[in-house]
């Protein structure tokens, strides 16, 4: 009860009204409840995902079993969306050959992100316009990798990616590159919301959200301004610090076998 207390107070005490649709279905957070509004703006119905960074139980030795079965995109997968996973872990989840989920277990950097994600897309029969949202959370070289792929012609419609909340805007932090790094548990990691905000401005990209433990950051694209002219302009109305481990579960504890159900499902 402590947490929803705190969730509810900090939901109803929310300059931005996305997040006040906030929900966690098979997100650590509230991000599920966040991209589904997002989507439903954009009236994006349909679509494929890429998610970078998907087996995040693998630190907890009772969860491990459970690798996943808890990220950003397991909700639109559900919905019927094609998607690739990518993680340098094992996930615990049986994919069938023509399953509409892709998984690649390979450490990805800024060097072969790219040749990576078009090697499964033509798994899928599709191609980088297809995708529709991204979403990246690897603990350090995320905006390298994100850069990349931007790069490189992907146009996500959304952009979820994990922001450093240590430190709040107008700080611009951004982690040197380093191709073997592995985060520590330390503070010198990842970006800093006002580093990403600018960059992404670069590539024609809106911030719109942050979730409410101060984790994940959601950009749009440009195109769809209009549908979010409600969003406050200050981003100091759209930050949230730090504020982890909130949201233990909700609902019963994620079974692999549920996952599978989804994405091995016959036509």
């Not at 639109?76 to 690739?84: C, S, T």
């Not at 989840?93 to 040749?115: G, Y």
């Not at 979403?135 to 450093?164: A, M, T, W």
């Not at 990209?205 to 200050?234: H, Q, R």
Request: charged share 30%; aromatic share 12%; glycine share 4%.
């Amino acid at each position: 009860m402590t947490t929803l207390r705190h969730w509810s107070k900090k939901i109803a005490n929310a300059k931005n009204v996305l997040n006040k649709s906030g929900e966690k279905y098979y997100s650590q957070n509230d991000e599920d409840g966040i991209l589904l509004e997002i989507l439903n703006r954009i009236n994006k119905k349909k679509g494929s995902f890429l998610e970078i960074g998907v087996a995040g139980l693998s630190w907890h030795p009772r969860l491990e079993k459970r690798n996943g079965t808890e990220n950003n995109t397991i909700i639109l997968l559900m919905l019927g969306w094609k998607g690739i996973w990518i993680d340098n872990r094992d996930i615990n989840i049986r994919l069938d050959e023509n399953s509409i989920l892709k998984f690649d277990k390979k450490f990805i950097t800024k060097n072969n992100c790219t040749e990576t994600v078009e090697k499964n897309l033509e798994l899928l029969k599709l191609e980088k316009k297809d995708i529709s949202v991204i979403s990246v959370d690897i603990d350090g070289n995320d905006f390298y990798i994100v850069q990349k792929l931007l790069d490189n012609k992907f146009v996500p419609d959304c952009l979820i990616v994990e922001y450093n909340s240590k430190f709040p805007p107008p700080i611009l932090y951004n982690l040197e590159y380093d191709e073997n790094y592995k985060w520590t548990g330390y503070d010198n990691q990842g970006t800093s919301l006002q580093y990403w905000m600018d960059h992404l401005e670069k590539f024609n990209y809106k911030l719109v959200c942050c979730n409410i433990t101060g984790s994940n950051a959601f950009f749009v694209n440009k195109k769809y301004s209009e549908k979010f002219k409600d969003i406050p302009k200050n981003i100091n109305d759209i930050f949230y610090p730090a504020d982890y481990n909130w949201f233990v579960t909700a609902g019963h504890a994620a079974s692999p076998k549920t996952i599978e159900y989804f994405a091995n499902k016959k036509k």
